[in-house]
Each structure stands twice: as structure tokens, then as C-alpha cells.
């Protein structure tokens, strides 16, 4: 064959492979993308604009399944306050007044106790630990037949990791220091200090320094110093205990059923696999933000402290008794406790084994 006349096959070749995608009028059009309407979501977050982690984290999980969605799927995310409350989430994508929400489940527990089990709770599982639960034990299925009670479809949506245990004016030396105590400290934490007697109180996060300053709070809880130092607190309350009341929160992604169910099959999994990437970024990024931040705390001249063994060993005993006054009293909260504490239970043998005793020859 000669050069020419190749190049001429060749040509034709490629032509062909070309003219498959073309319409009997001759106009392009590629065979390949299934051509989707565009479906917009409305997702309505707990957080203030732009808060950092949180709220950055899940402006980034809409950008990532625009991308990966070739922008068959828009999501909208509107901060607290400008479409709803910020608690007001669950109620609007149960109803179906919007599509979404990024929240945490246990601000919801005055609906069902149980929801508290799936944000996480005193002297239970780690991040690693929940992540382990949700994807290899019951925690998702357990949390998706509870969810689907209020027309809801829940997914992994962050997780802060180890929760300090909060800002003190003054030192914590004995289980009589907490009588009385005025702490802003929400969810089962708040439920077993206040059988230690603390009085737990509920404050708006605009009001918390100004109440600690002024003296109308005795201590209070955030998360940990990358979100802590942002609040102020080291400039005020110069105690600061490590952590046992939220030892690896996990927030939520939810969408409403009826809207879910609209997405291909494809675009089902696209937002399941973003939320596991926001699962696991959020992670990432509390954990390094708080070593980062911890150079403030302890530049602040903060004395980083422990509860006293008393305090502790007193805390875990109203937890157990918190969850049999509450097993007592709702169903599910009695059915996901036995499942998770079972896990627990299975789990910190390795976890002791494995994690801490490595822990400690790193740390000798
Ligand atoms: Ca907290």
C-alpha cells in the first residue's frame, strides 16, 4: 500500500468511528453521555456561613458531586437561618419542604432518644471506631430503617474526632467542685454531668463568651481547640479538660426519601461516595487543625488538665444509668444501645491492644 492511499484508509477509519455518533441529519451528538435533566437540591446546614469544617466541609461535598455528577446534580447550600432555624432542618426535609440537611443527629433526640446513639455518646466509640460500626456493623442499617420512619435517608457526614472536655474558670480537684456548676455542656454529656451535680444550660454559641466572661457560666464545652480558639474561650477560662463526654461525633448528610429516590442509580452512589470523602476529610482536617490550634491554647497560658479519676469513674456510672433510664423509655433507643454497646464491648479489645498500647510506647 502506498503512503498515501494509508493515509487516505486511515482517515476513512477514523471517520467512521466518528459518524457512529451522529444523527440521521447529520448533527452531532454523543452516543456516550446520557443526557440528564439537571436535578437541584436545596440543602440546608446547622451552621453559620462559612463556618470553618463543618460548614467549608460541606460546601465542598456539593462542589465534589457537582464534579463528579458532570453537573446533572446542583447542590445548594444555604447557611443556618437563611431558609430555616438552625434546628429546624430535620423537620423541613422530613416534610419535604426542602431536599437536605447537614446537621448532627443527637440535636434531634427530643424526637426519638435513640437519635442521640448516632452522633455518638459518653465513654463510647471513636472515630475510628463509629466509622467501623456504621460501615461494618449495624450503625447504618440500624440508623437508615430508623430514619426512613421520618421519610429520611442518612449518610455518614463528618466526623470532629476526640472532643475536649471543656473550659473551666476554676480548677475541677474533686467530685464536690462540680456541685452546682454552671456549664453549658448539651446532649447525654450535659444528662450524666447534671446527675454529678452541674447544672447544664443551653446557650446560643453568640452567648457563651460573653456569659463565661461576665461570670453567668462557670465553664462550657465546644469542641476542640481548632474550633475553641476561634470562640475565645482560652482568654477567659484558663482550665482546660481532656475529653470524655464526645469521643468521636459523627454529623449527618440527610435528603428527604421522595427526593432521594429520584437520583439514577448512578448518581445515588456519586452521593454516597462524596459523603465517605466528606466523612473522612472532615476527619482529617479537625485532626490538624486542632494540633495547629493547640500552640494557642498553650500560648494563652492554659493549663491542660484531667478530670480527677473520681470525677471520671462517677461520670461512667451515670452514663450506664442514663441509658437504662432511657432504654426504659423508648424502644429504639433500647434496640441501637444494645447494638452499639456490643459493639463497643467486641471493639476496645483491639482498640486497647492495638491503638492505646501503641500510644504508649510512641508517647515512653
Ligand atoms: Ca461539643
Known amino acids: 500500500m502506498k503512503r498515501r492511499d494509508f493515509i487516505k484508509v486511515g ?44 460548614g467549608t466541609g460541606v460546601e465542598g461535598f456539593a462542589k465534589r458531586v457537582n464534579e463528579i455528577s458532570e453537573g446533572s446534580i446542583k447542590i445548594k447550600v444555604y447557611a443556618k437561618n437563611t431558609l ?45 471506631e463509629m466509622n467501623a460500626w456504621m460501615d461494618f456493623g449495624n450503625g447504618m442499617k440500624l440508623w437508615r430503617e430508623l430514619y426512613d420512619k421520618y421519610n429520611l435517608v442518612p ?55 460573653v456569659a463565661l466572661e461576665r461570670n453567668l457560666l462557670d465553664a462550657t464545652e465546644w469542641l476542640g481547640p481548632s474550633l475553641d480558639v476561634k470562640m475565645g474561650f482560652q482568654k477567659v477560662a484558663k482550665n482546660y479538660y481532656t475529653g470524655w463526654h ?47 490550634e493547640l500552640e494557642t491554647v498553650k500560648k494563652a497560658g492554659v493549663k491542660i488538665l484531667e478530670f480527677p479519676s473520681e470525677v471520671m469513674s462517677e461520670a461512667k456510672k451515670a452514663m450506664i444509668e442514663v441509658a437504662k433510664e432511657k432504654s426504659a423509655k423508648s424502644k429504639d433507643f433500647a434496640k441501637v444501645w444494645k447494638d452499639v454497646q456490643g459493639f463497643l464491648a467486641k471493639n476496645r479489645e483491639w482498640t486497647d491492644i492495638g491503638l492505646e498500647k501503641y500510644l504508649k510506647v510512641r508517647d515512653s
Not at 428527604?256 to 473522612?280: P, T, Y
Open 11 to 54: 482517515a476513512i477509519g477514523a471517520g467512521a468511528v466518528a459518524l457512529g455518533g451522529c444523527q440521521k441529519d447529520g448533527s452531532a451528538k454523543n452516543v456516550h453521555i446520557k443526557r440528564r435533566k439537571t436535578i437541584k437540591i436545596k440543602l440546608a446546614t446547622s451552621w453559620p456561613a462559612n463556618f470553618p469544617i463543618m
Open 84 to 128: 430555616v432555624p438552625a434546628l429546624g432542618v430535620f423537620d423541613a426535609v422530613s416534610s419535604g419542604s426542602l431536599d437536605a440537611y447537614h446537621s448532627a443527629s443527637y440535636y434531634y433526640k427530643g424526637k426519638n432518644e435513640a437519635f442521640n446513639l448516632f452522633t455518638g455518646y459518653p465513654f463510647g466509640l471513636t472515630a475510628q
Open 155 to 209: 449518610f455518614k457526614g463528618g466526623n470532629t474526632g476526640v472532643q475536649m472536655g471543656g473550659w473551666f474558670k476554676k480548677e475541677i480537684k474533686s467530685l464536690a467542685d462540680l456541685k452546682g456548676l454552671k456549664m453549658r455542656i448539651p446532649g447525654l454529656g450535659g444528662e450524666v454531668f447534671a446527675k454529678l451535680g452541674v447544672k447544664p444550660t443551653l446557650l446560643p454559641a453568640g452567648e457563651i463568651y
Open 246 to 292: 464526645e469521643p468521636g461525633s459523627m454529623l449527618s448528610l440527610v435528603f428527604n426519601k421522595q427526593k432521594f429516590a429520584k437520583f439514577s442509580k448512578e448518581q445515588q452512589l456519586m452521593i454516597e461516595m462524596a459523603s465517605n470523602e466528606m466523612n473522612s476529610n472532615m476527619l482529617s482536617e479537625f485532626q490538624y487543625k486542632n494540633a495547629v
